[in-house]
């Protein structure tokens, strides 16, 4: 399985972006598909997941400004970030889980995009 993630870049506060990753090599009947992020210094964190058949799940520190969605490409993920922060000036990793449990635990998912920077400058 490969991650590719892309649509990264700077923007200024307020301002919104549109992350994409396209997985490939997907063998499992179902998955989950999610987004973390790492700022520098800090320890990778949950964003967004979303299962097959599942409802989004996002982290509270992005809830109402960003959405996860499945679209309508196989084996495809978006997250929409608008009102962007500063604060959420990271690098935006796409991950890939077998499962559907533990969506917001980094340990849980197998295979991992290479990351695309989204700065946001104030």
């Known amino acids: 399985v490969q991650l590719q993630a892309s649509g990264g870049g700077l923007v200024q506060a307020g301002g919104s972006l549109r992350l994409s990753c396209q997985a490939s090599?997907?063998?499992?009947?179902?998955?989950?598909l999610a987004w973390f992020r790492q700022a520098a210094g800090k320890e990778r964190e949950f964003v967004a997941a979303l299962s097959d058949g599942g409802s989004p799940y996002s982290a509270d520190s992005v809830k109402g400004r960003f959405t996860i969605s499945r679209g309508n490409v196989k084996n495809m993920v978006f997250l929409q970030m608008n009102s962007l922060k500063p604060e959420d000036t990271a690098i935006y990793y796409c991950?890939?889980?077998?499962?559907?449990?533990?969506?917001?635990?980094?340990?849980?998912?197998?295979?991992w995009g290479q990351g695309t920077q989204v700065t946001v400058s104030s």
């Open positions: 090599g997907v063998i499992f009947r179902r998955y989950t």
């Open positions: 991950a890939l889980d077998p499962g559907s449990t533990k969506l917001w635990h980094a340990p849980s998912y197998n295979y």
